[in-house]
Each structure stands twice: as C-alpha cells, then as structure tokens.
C-alpha cells in the first residue's frame, strides 16, 4: 500500500504509447497527451473566462491530468470493441470504476481516498469544465493526426482520426473556445506548408548569385 | 476488399508491443512472439513425435502462427480486466469472434472464407496441437520475464509473469515434451549466470600475467 | 503569429530528453516530466490542505504546467554553466525572460499577453504554492534518478542527482508535505527490492514440486 | 550444450535487422519477416491447394520458419559479395553449411540431430513447397520496400529491391499462386493512395460547413 | 583522474542528440557529426593541396575531431540565447575555456596537459584548417537538413538551417574547396529525385508485360 | 559518379550498428565507433610522440578514420565465417579490394582516385602507425564490452568480446603506448564501481538526520 505506488505508476504512462499497431512516424505516450490536453485545456478555460463564463480552474485540471489514467488499469481497448454493444460498454464501464476504486484503497491512505475518488471519475460531463476537457482531448488528437498526414504517413487510419475528431470539437460549436479554435487557429494549421526539394535549387542558385556579387 | 490488406495486416503485428505500460530493457513484437511460439511448438511436437503420438503439423503450425493475431482488432485488454466477471468475458469473446468473422467476410474472397475460418478459430482447446500451442505460448512468455529478471529489471510484474507461466505449464504436465522441458531445458535456462565485474579484474590480471612470459 | 503554433510547440517538449549525454535506461521528456510534476503537486497541495493550508489549485497547476516551458527558447544549457558565475546567472535570466516576453507578443493575440506574461513567470518563488512546486520538481527527479540506480545504471552521475534532489527536498523540510514525503512515501521507495535471479531457482523447484503432488 | 540455447537463439532473430546501413521509416527484424513469409507462404499454399495441387504443408511451414536462421552464425553479407565469385559463393555456401551441422551437433541431442538437419537445409528447391517459399520471401520483400517508397523514402535502393523483387516473382509466373498475387493483390498494392495535406482543407470547410446546418 | 574517465567520456559524445525539440526522421550525434566533419574536412584539404595549398594535416585532423566536444562541459545552448548580446557571448567562451582548462587539468596528467590546451581550443580561426573546418562543420550541417527536406519534413526549422548553413558556406566563397563543393558536388545533391508512387505503376506493368513475352 | 555520393555515404555508416543479433543496453554504430577509434589514436600517438617516436600524424587519422569503411560494401560477415579457411579469407579480400577499387572509380573524379586508393587499403599493417590503429580499435572494443558487462549484461559474449580485444592489445605489449594503457588507464576502467541500491538507505538517513540539525 503506499502513494509510492501511485507515484511510481505515473511513469508507467510514460510508457504506454497511444494508437499500437499502427505506423506512426512520431509516438506519443499517455503522459505527454494528459500533459498537451491540461495546456490545451488551460487555453481554452482562458477563452471562455475573457467571454465572461466562470471557470472552475481547479476542476479543469484535474479532469485534464486524470482522464486518461484509468488506461494503466485496463490496457488499450481499441474503441469498436469498445462501443460494439450496450451491454458490453456498460459492463467494461463498471470494470473500469470498480478497478479505479480498489486500486484507491488498496494505495492511498484513508484520508485521501474520498478526494481521489472524485479525481478519477469519468470527466467528459456535462459541466463547462467537461466540455472543454472534451474538446481538448480533441484537439490534441487532431494535432497528433494531422503531424502524421503531414509527414505523408500512407496510413488512411490518421485520416479517419482526424475527421472523428473534428466531428466531435464540432458537436461543441456552440462554446466561445470552439468558435476561437474553428476561426483562429484551425486555418493557422491548414496553412502550413512543405518544404518542396524542387524550392532548394531556387532558393540555392539566388543565395550562389547573389553571394557573387558580394 | 482483398488479400492485400490482409498481408499489410501482417507487418501492424511488428508494431504491437506486448505488455505495454512497463518498463523493459527489451520489446517484443506480437509478431515476432508468433514466429518464436511456432518454432517453440515445432520442437514440442518433435518430441511428442518421438515418442509415438500422432502430430498433425499443419494444425499446430496454423494454431502457432494465429494464435494472437485478433488482437490487431481488439488491441490490448488487461488479462484481469477480461476474467473480471464471467459475463463480461462472454460478451468480449463473442465481440472477439464476431469481428473475426466479419473481417474475413470483408478481406477474403468467398472460395477462402470457409478456411480462413477455421484458422482465426480460438487454437487452445483439448487436442494435442492445442496443448503443445497453450505449452510453447507459456514457454515464450517464461522466456520473456526471464530475459528481463537476468537483466535485473526492478519491476516485480516479470517474477510474477515468470510464476503464472510456469504454473500453467505445470498444468500439462503429464505431456511427454513438457516432462522434457522442465527436466532438460528449464535446469540449462536457470544455471545460466551473470558475469560479474569484480571477474574482470582477475581475468585481467592473469592475461595481463601470462603474457609477461610470452 | 498565432496560438497554433503555441499548440505545435506542446509537442517540440515531447522531443527535449532530460539529462542529454549520459547512458539512461529510461529516457524521459520535458512533456512527461512537466505531467508528473503537475500530479506530484496535486498531491502535495492536498496534503497541504488536509493540513489546513489555503491552496490556490489555479496558480500551482499553472506553475507546475509550465515550469519547463522556456527550455524551447534556451536549449538545455547545463547547470554549472548558469551558476559559474553571479554575472552569468543574471544575463542567462534576462535573455530567458526577453525571449519568453518576444515569444508571447508575436505569438499571442493583445487579450491573452497578459495571462501568458504571468504564466510564464519563474515559478519557484515564496509562496506556498512556489514552494509546492519546488519540491514537486525535486520528487520527480528523485525518481528519474532512483530509477537509474534501482536498475544498476553504473553512472555516479544518478547518485549525485539524487543526493542533490533531496538535499533542496530537505530545504523545505518544515512544509507539512515535505514531512509526509519523507515518512510515508521515501521509506516504501528505498524498501524495493530486486529479484535475484537466485531466487528463480527456489521459486521454480517449489513449484515444480507442489505440482507433482496436485 | 543443450535446446535451451536454441530457444535463447531465437530472441537473437528479433535483434537482427534487415538492410543495414540505410535508412528506413519502419524496421524489420528476422524474425518478424520469418513470422510474415510463413503466412504468406500459407496463403500461397492454400490457393494451389484450391488449384488441386497436393502441398506438403508440414515441409512448408518448416521451409518459412527456417529460412534465415542461418543468418546468426554468417550475419548479414551483402548480395553483391556473395556473388561476385561461382567460388566464393560456393565456398560461403560450404561455410554456411558446416557451421549449421556443427551448431546442430553441439546444441541438440542426437535423436533430434537429424530431424533439425533436415530443417535447416537450404530451403528454396524445386519441391512445390520450395518455390512457394521462394515467392513468399519476395513477396515480403516486395512489401518491405513499398512500404518506404509509400513513405517517400528518397533511397533510390528501395526502387531497386522492388523491381528485383517482383522480377523474382514473376520467375515463377506459371505458378497459380503467383498468377492470383499478379491478378489480385498486387494492383490493389498499387491503387493506394496518399492522403495530401490539399484534401484536409477540403474536408475541412466542408465539415464545419455542415455542422452549421444541424 | 585519469585517461580512462576521457576515454569514457567519448561515448557520452554518442548520446548527445543534434537539434533537439524538433521532430527528425534521422538523428544525429555529436559523435557522428564529429565523423563526417573530420571525413568531409579530409576531402576539403585534399582539393586545397591538389590546388597548391600547404595544409597542415595533423591540426587540420585535430580541429575536425574536437570541434564539438565542448558540449560535455556547457550542454546544448541555444545559437539565438548564446548570441543575444556580446557581453553573454564573452562570458559564455570565458565559461568555456574556464570549464575545458579544469577538465584537463583534472583528467589529464601533467606532460599531456599543454597538448590537450591546444586542441581544446576554439578551431574555426583564420587559418587555412580553421577555415576547412568552418565550412566541413557547415557541409555536414547542410546534409543533416537537407536529409530532413528530401524526407519531406514538414519542419521549416531544415530550410532555415539550410539557408545558415550555405550562406556560411558561401562567405569562403574565395576558396578552392568552397568552389570545388559549389560547382562539382552542391548540384548533384539537389538533382537527387523522389521516387514516386505512380511510378510504380508503370514500372511493374511494364516488368509484367515483358515476361509475358519470355 | 560524384562526391556527393561519397559525402551521403558517410551518413549511412551511422546506420550500420555493430554487433547486431545480440542484446545491447547501448548501441554503437560504425559511424562513432570510427570516431571514437581517432580519438583514441590521437592520444596512444601522444604518449608515443612524448617517449620519442616519430609519428605520421595525417597517416595515422587516415587509418582511423577510414579503417572499417569498407563494411559499407560488404557487410557485417562474423569473423568465424571470415576466418573459416584460408581461401576463403583470401577470397573475400580480394572481393572486398575489387569493390573498394570500383567504387572510387566510379565515384570519385580521376584526379583523387590515388589519394583515396591508399586511404582505402587495410590500415592495420607492420607500421608504427598502423599497429597504433590496432590497438586504438581493440581499446574501443574492450571499452564497449566492458559497458556492457557493466550494465550487467547477461550475455557471455561481451566477455569473450573482452577477453579477445585485450589478448589482441597484449600482443602488442612492447608498444610505449599498450604499457601506458596497462598501468594508468586499464586499472582504473576496472576500479570503477556500481552504486548498490543498499547504499541509498544509508546516504538518505544521514541526510534526512543531518537536516534536522540546521
């Protein structure tokens, strides 16, 4: 028993990589995902707080660093088992809930056991504070599938993710934060652009050129 | 549709890692686990050959070969996550199979349908290539936490591996190839030994000696 | 200019590894480190407030989300060069905050400089939330460098980060927290134990000989 | 002396990487490309079988599991080496062969001696089995660089393995399995497509496009 | 102290990564780049000696070889942080120099301890060899992102680094070497073509149609 | 035909990593090790240059720098397979001689085709600086053996890896420089020690004790 254990176990998510099975040609570990959603997060809370919404910062964080934790206790279910029946999803849930309340227990003292039960609950509700986790864990994937198809990554999967994700950050657009990110900086990333090998004969002859002139 | 997407299927299995979310000084690939437990297996049914049984070798070699590839659509469930209620381990294999199914109705031709059936069937079942496929899967993964304890990985998971390998090879211990393994293989594994440093120095010191006197 | 490329640079810090140029089992990104400083933290801020302290949840998250972030603008520069010289120190600290500055007004819109500004301030300052996060960051690398030393990385380097990890840990040994740590968490660390490869041969003959009775 | 070796033998195959020496986005390892010749080889095997051939599929599965084995005790000589003399590739061959019989002799007791010789015989003959083997490890090949070229891996070498790959093939075109891999697989290889960075913003704007309209 | 804590601290140089923070498809280390240096500035002086030119072979060596090892001492600074204002650039080569002269004078014994001051030293003077290495150390660099664009990383941090790099390069434009790389070898780097996947098409067709005719 | 060729070559020797097959905690490429083995040589020629030895500086980095280039043509052939017969050597050096030869030729342009023939040929030969390399590249060896048996590598090959490399410097025990590395650099490669994870319950209770007295 000890928070030794919990702490040691945030190093595991280091380890557990996102998307297995699939060629990436960056990975990203759980850790760094709950690290970008909780500064995506932080973004997004700023946005609705200058609109005038209140924002329960303590909440948004904490949903932000934990959503992903219970991943540690179940392993990587890939989504379509996931949702293939009610009944199934409905059972795995209550898994998940019952190993996240006993590894509680079994870890952390008494005292703080009603505190962190509240921390590893579900996050994505109803709340402000559940909504922009859910357009930040979003977001972060659309970053992550578009690095990949920037890249040229063959792989159709990234493709599907990406427009998944961006059918759900649309399910919010009625959000102020939704609204900035489909205005503000969805366009920025569309607009970047490659580097063509073709561009560096240009680029070399007029830097040789004009070197002549010195 | 098509067969080519079952062969690119192959090279996804290069890319799952097995017991992810622990460290590890080295990775292993389902598909190389499934090469390893097919020459695992052959060696089994050459001894069970030997003495006298009857081996079909192109159900075992199948069962081997096989044997973890649905994992590609279900990824990596928790082993305690999947025995946490009976009910739940029902529903999960029928998902299981019914993605199966309906992968091979959509990737295969109708004429290799009914074959391909058979080969993506659950192979651990009561016949002797079933029993040599449950041994040579244990055999691996007895290798695998036994390769990182040699190692000195910290993480007391692998002694645990280690521990419901073996017991489950126990299990069939009544087969001829599992009485050789555990009298003539498993003794040779345990012997193996660690060079220690402080050995350098007296190695050192007499090569060093010896060829003062060349 | 834009927010985008803010997002975009949440992932450069999944490709900063911490300590460059020494043998690590482990390798670990600013991007994992900044996420388990937030969850150490989140720890210690509820030990704090179970004690009575008032904890500002908002301002110790941000401090622990972004305490690494200006490694972006400087690179990892070591530290006996920062401290080689009071003169030095302070020059490093006013380019750091310069770039920092030049970084939020070309990047970010007029409405959220301010914010940012803030943010991005040094966090280790007096408040209990400053000090919170000071010792945050020590735990952690107190466990990177543990986790050297527990695999046998013969590096002397990892006993030195160690050492000086919890000597600034000891710096704050009046914090409640910082007691708590010290009684409940770092005993169970130093109480892990490795496997011996020894023990396999015992462990093994007891279960080879229990299953011969069953 | 002893099987254990042999098993430990085979984790080495997993260290063994295939094209040193130039660059590639995905690796492949020996026994990852063992594992994938020999379902190939099974598909391949299967429509002869339909064709009304007669395969020895026990001799097939032995062919794909040991055909680079032998890669442990040579290591990775380049084509052009071992074939730029009739001597000295007959030589490498004898080499190759008696090293193969000692490790034999020096790992596996006798009554298993000559079954493992067998096995580790060069594999591609005129049998069935050993041209189906033949077309299998290009085929793999075939795929290996596709799968660099697809990722637009500038290596001119990738172009040159494709086409010596599929001339190898085609070597073997009055094969029914080879007329299926011609007529069936291979044009859904080449009909896959890029996704262009252009599309996202296609998608794009039509998504949020829509999402306006519910 | 001791030669053996130099001897070790060459393979510290292999783990020290170029340019991190941004994604690469190839890393770089100093070690490598220390190679290539010391190979490229071996061809350069060859061009100058072909043409004329005195070189001094042993410094010239001596200059490739140790131009990055101060690296160990100060870490990866930042060019932007290094140059922000001449008095932090003064400082940081007065650190340096401090660090390199203690290292030596600890490490090393007494009668190698001048040697070492000399090749420790900054290499890039007006010399003909600290003018080789001035543009072998921007040779390879220009490699490094032009690997990168060629690959199609979409990271226009390579082309930035690409235009420093030659325009460096062209302020030894009066050298024979310089000239040598700009008109026999530069155009041949920028003629190196993609492989595109359409091509494939074409090319299997026509490899298939012509076996038809065998 | 081109330098460029030449210059890109270079790259790839930081991707032909040695030893492969075995498990490694560090791996090294030809690329540093050739590096490495410079460096090295630089500092045996010193202690030769200091006990009076005339020293051909550009002959010996030459050797170094170029002595395991021609793995690039050939591959990694295990010395077992090279050494099997004495036609066999004989044969495969002539191959390795006649590819070396064909790739000048068609790369480099007539005018260093002699210069670079003799940078080519087999460096370890009867000169002063030719047994230097030979020393320099077993030192290496005996320094990446021992990391390995450091880490507490299980594999008993980086013994005899040791054992071979330092029977091979003592061969050349009449050397200045191999007596040097005997008495001043090998005794204290052998005196470094681990850090036991015993000893951090004691550092730690000294210093937690200790503070309690500030």
Same mark, same amino acid.
């Given at each position: 028993?000890? &928070? /030794? /254990?919990?702490?040691?176990?945030? +190093?595991?998510?280091?380890?557990?990589?996102?998307?297995?099975?699939?060629?990436?040609?960056?990975?990203?570990?759980?850790?760094? /995902?709950?690290?970008?959603?909780?500064? &995506?997060?932080?973004?997004?809370? @700023?946005?609705?707080?200058?609109?005038?919404?209140?924002?329960?910062?303590? $909440?948004? %964080? *904490?949903?932000?660093?934990?959503?992903? %934790?219970?991943?540690?206790?179940?392993?990587?279910?890939? @989504?379509?088992?996931?949702? +293939? +029946?009610? #009944?199934?999803?409905?059972?795995?849930?209550?898994?998940? *809930?019952?190993?996240?309340?006993?590894?509680?227990?079994?870890?952390?003292?008494?005292?703080?056991?009603?505190?962190?039960?509240?921390?590893?609950?579900?996050?994505?509700?109803?709340?402000? #504070?559940? !909504?922009? $986790?859910?357009?930040?864990?979003?977001?972060?994937?659309?970053?992550?599938?578009?690095?990949?198809?920037?890249? *040229?990554?063959?792989?159709?999967?990234?493709?599907?993710?990406?427009?998944?994700?961006? +059918?759900?950050?649309? $399910?919010?657009?009625?959000?102020?934060?939704?609204? %900035?990110?489909?205005?503000?900086?969805?366009?920025?990333?569309? !607009?970047?652009?490659?580097?063509?090998?073709?561009? $560096?004969?240009?680029?070399?002859?007029?830097?040789?050129?004009?070197?002549?002139?010195?």
């Amino acid at each position: 028993m000890g &928070i /030794h /254990h919990y702490f040691k176990s945030l +190093s595991d998510l280091e380890m557990i990589y996102r998307c297995p099975g699939k060629f990436k040609f960056q990975e990203h570990s759980v850790a760094s /995902h709950s690290f970008k959603v909780a500064k &995506i997060a932080q973004f997004l809370g @700023t946005v609705e707080e200058l609109a005038g919404k209140d924002v329960d910062w303590r $909440l948004l %964080y *904490e949903k932000a660093l934990n959503h992903d %934790y219970a991943e540690l206790f179940t392993g990587d279910i890939k @989504t379509p088992v996931k949702y +293939s +029946s009610p #009944e199934l999803k409905r059972l795995f849930n209550e898994v998940e *809930e019952e190993m996240t309340r006993k590894f509680i227990e079994r870890e952390f003292p008494k005292e703080f056991q009603k505190v962190y039960l509240g921390r590893f609950k579900e996050g994505k509700d109803e709340t402000l #504070e559940g !909504r922009i $986790l859910a357009v930040a864990d979003k977001i972060d994937l659309l970053y992550e599938s578009f690095g990949e198809i920037q890249k *040229e990554n063959p792989e159709p999967l990234f493709l599907e993710i990406y427009e998944e994700a961006l +059918s759900t950050i649309l $399910l919010f657009k009625e959000m102020t934060c939704v609204q %900035y990110f489909l205005q503000e900086i969805l366009p920025d990333m569309l !607009r970047e652009r490659f580097i063509e090998q073709s561009e $560096l004969v240009e680029i070399t002859e007029k830097m040789v050129e004009a070197s002549k002139n010195d």
